[in-house]
């Protein structure tokens, strides 16, 4: 979290200000460009440099993206619900609908899984229509108060302006306050607030219209603690196969015989690979292949590391068998009850973004002539993407049946919407 006094602002965003803003997101840039690169597999694991013509196979196994994209799904992969009947509260959620929150709102959740925070920017489309995006948080960050209100002062996004060619012809950088949106232009990326900005255009959003979502307090992924497991589990893997590509190329050992040129000009070797034989002179002679034995316990270790890889980031394997499709609800709950959880801690500071939006997309269609609802009447609901059990819901209904009102049981089927159980209720 970039912190500045409140004070310095009195003088008005100086280019000093914002350069050192800048400055300071870029150092913490390399590490989510290193969290990306696992993401996509273009990262090799550490591994000490091997002889040369030996095999330097390097295994990359996909446990970042594997735990990011549980995690963040467990969130949000089901549609968060907006709940409440004050004024204006049906015009937020079809502006939320317009502007399909739902796939923002996945996208935030897969980044703040992956980098430790998502950054969303929320704007005005042609049409005067409040929309949102997720942005890069590699270029795009928030400053806050240092005290402990924690405020957002102002917020930037930048990236690099190209011709119609695609070559590079300068930088350009967005900085939002509360009230508007400045955009500064240079040819280079150390110049670019040396100047004024060279535009500057209200958002009528009234608060800062860029949010930041945090996965947590300390702002790291979800796969940063077993990152070092990780690696382990790639150089085992790297290992086991390297020693099965160099057992195919093994030597052999021949003693008590010669072997020499046949007749046809075949090598001993060329005799061997074509003739799959090999003749000995006597019972004192033999042949074999010099090949590094296993080790036993590799298969231990490399169970043992995958076993810690899911403990620690509290992503379950859903490929183990305890995860069969016998298992009670009650039954898969309990081994989920870790990944519940992480999700309840992101569920937390999710939430607290959410509002902020709130509060700037109320705001904006109030300005327009709209009712201005107040969040503060307003649920915000996640729903768990899990597998429902349709038998086990089903039989729960039939049990309640004269005890529960007929909308209350109908709602609780997983293949029946809203209108639809209204329909089937009995008279």
Same mark, same amino acid.
């Not at 076993?307 to 980031?313: A, G, L, N, Q, Y």
């Given at each position: 979290?970039?912190?500045?006094?409140?004070?310095? @602002?009195?003088?008005?965003?100086?280019?000093? @200000?914002?350069?050192?803003? @800048?400055? *300071?997101?870029?150092?913490?840039?390399?590490?989510?460009?290193?969290?990306?690169?696992?993401?996509?597999?273009?990262?090799? #694991?550490?591994?000490?440099?091997?002889?040369?013509?030996?095999?330097?196979?390097?295994?990359?196994?996909?446990?970042?993206?594997?735990?990011?994209?549980?995690? #963040? #799904?467990?969130?949000?992969?089901?549609?968060?619900?907006?709940?409440?009947?004050?004024?204006?509260?049906?015009?937020?959620?079809?502006?939320?609908?317009?502007?399909?929150?739902?796939?923002?709102?996945?996208?935030?959740?897969?980044?703040?899984?992956?980098?430790?925070?998502?950054?969303?920017?929320?704007?005005?489309?042609?049409? &005067?229509?409040?929309?949102?995006?997720?942005?890069?948080?590699?270029?795009?960050?928030?400053?806050?108060?240092? /005290?402990?209100?924690?405020? +957002?002062?102002?917020?930037?996004?930048?990236? +690099?302006?190209?011709?119609?060619?695609?070559?590079?012809? %300068?930088?350009?950088?967005?900085?939002?306050?509360?009230?508007?949106?400045?955009?500064?232009?240079?040819?280079?990326?150390?110049?670019?607030?040396?100047?004024?900005?060279?535009?500057?255009?209200?958002?009528?959003?009234?608060?800062?219209?860029?949010?930041?979502?945090?996965?947590?307090?300390?702002?790291? %992924?979800?796969?940063?603690?077993?990152?070092? $497991?990780?690696?382990?589990?790639?150089?085992?893997?790297?290992?086991?196969?390297?020693?099965? *590509?160099?057992?195919?190329?093994?030597?052999?050992?021949?003693?008590?015989?010669?072997?020499?040129? /046949?007749?046809?000009?075949?090598?001993? &070797?060329?005799?061997?690979?074509?003739?799959?034989?090999?003749?000995? +002179?006597?019972?004192?002679?033999?042949?074999?292949?010099?090949?590094?034995?296993?080790?036993?316990?590799?298969?231990?270790?490399?169970?043992?590391?995958?076993?810690?890889?899911?403990?620690?980031?509290?992503?379950?394997?859903? #490929?183990?068998?305890?995860?069969? =499709?016998?298992?009670?609800?009650? &039954?898969?709950?309990?081994?989920?009850?870790?990944?519940?959880?992480?999700?309840?801690?992101?569920?937390?500071?999710?939430? *607290?973004?959410?509002?902020?939006?709130?509060?700037?997309?109320?705001?904006?269609?109030?300005?327009? =002539?709209?009712? !201005?609802?107040?969040?503060?009447?307003?649920?915000?609901?996640?729903?768990?993407?899990?597998?429902?059990?349709? $038998?086990?819901?089903?039989? !729960?209904?039939?049990?309640?049946?004269?005890?529960?009102?007929?909308?209350?049981?109908?709602?609780?089927?997983?293949?029946?919407?809203?209108?639809?159980?209204?329909?089937?209720?009995?008279?």
């Amino acid at each position: 979290m970039i912190t500045r006094d409140r004070a310095v @602002l009195r003088s008005g965003l100086t280019g000093k @200000l914002l350069q050192g803003c @800048l400055n *300071e997101h870029l150092r913490a840039t390399e590490k989510m460009s290193a969290l990306r690169d696992r993401y996509l597999l273009r990262d090799p #694991s550490p591994r000490k440099p091997r002889a040369e013509g030996l095999p330097d196979n390097v295994a990359r196994h996909g446990f970042v993206r594997y735990i990011v994209t549980i995690a #963040s #799904s467990y969130l949000a992969g089901a549609a968060v619900s907006y709940q409440g009947d004050c004024p204006g509260a049906e015009e937020l959620r079809a502006a939320y609908r317009a502007a399909n929150v739902a796939g923002v709102d996945l996208e935030l959740a897969r980044q703040a899984s992956l980098y430790g925070k998502g950054v969303e920017v929320i704007y005005a489309d042609r049409r &005067a229509q409040p929309r949102s995006a997720a942005l890069d948080p590699r270029s795009a960050f928030v400053v806050y108060a240092d /005290d402990v209100t924690c405020d +957002p002062l102002f917020g930037m996004h930048f990236h +690099p302006v190209t011709d119609e060619g695609g070559a590079p012809r %300068g930088y350009e950088a967005e900085v939002y306050t509360a009230q508007d949106r400045l955009i500064y232009r240079a040819a280079d990326f150390s110049h670019l607030f040396q100047g004024g900005p060279a535009e500057r255009t209200p958002h009528y959003f009234g608060r800062l219209p860029l949010i930041e979502y945090w996965n947590n307090e300390e702002e790291q %992924g979800d796969a940063d603690a077993v990152l070092s $497991l990780i690696d382990a589990y790639d150089v085992l893997e790297s290992s086991r196969v390297n020693d099965q *590509e160099q057992l195919s190329d093994a030597l052999l050992i021949v003693y008590g015989a010669r072997l020499e040129t /046949d007749e046809q000009g075949r090598t001993p &070797a060329q005799q061997l690979r074509q003739d799959k034989l090999l003749y000995l +002179p006597d019972r004192e002679a033999g042949a074999q292949y010099l090949v590094k034995q296993s080790s036993p316990g590799a298969e231990e270790v490399r169970a043992a590391l995958e076993r810690d890889i899911h403990k620690f980031s509290m992503i379950p394997d859903l #490929s183990d068998r305890q995860f069969a =499709g016998n298992a009670s609800g009650v &039954a898969m709950k309990y081994k989920l009850l870790g990944l519940e959880q992480l999700t309840r801690l992101k569920e937390r500071w999710f939430r *607290e973004a959410l509002r902020e939006r709130l509060r700037c997309y109320a705001h904006f269609l109030a300005v327009k =002539g709209g009712r !201005m609802a107040d969040e503060r009447n307003i649920r915000i609901l996640f729903t768990r993407a899990l597998p429902e059990s349709a $038998l086990e819901t089903a039989q !729960m209904v039939k049990t309640l049946e004269g005890m529960v009102p007929d909308s209350v049981l109908l709602s609780q089927l997983p293949f029946l919407d809203g209108e639809a159980a209204e329909t089937n209720q009995k008279p």
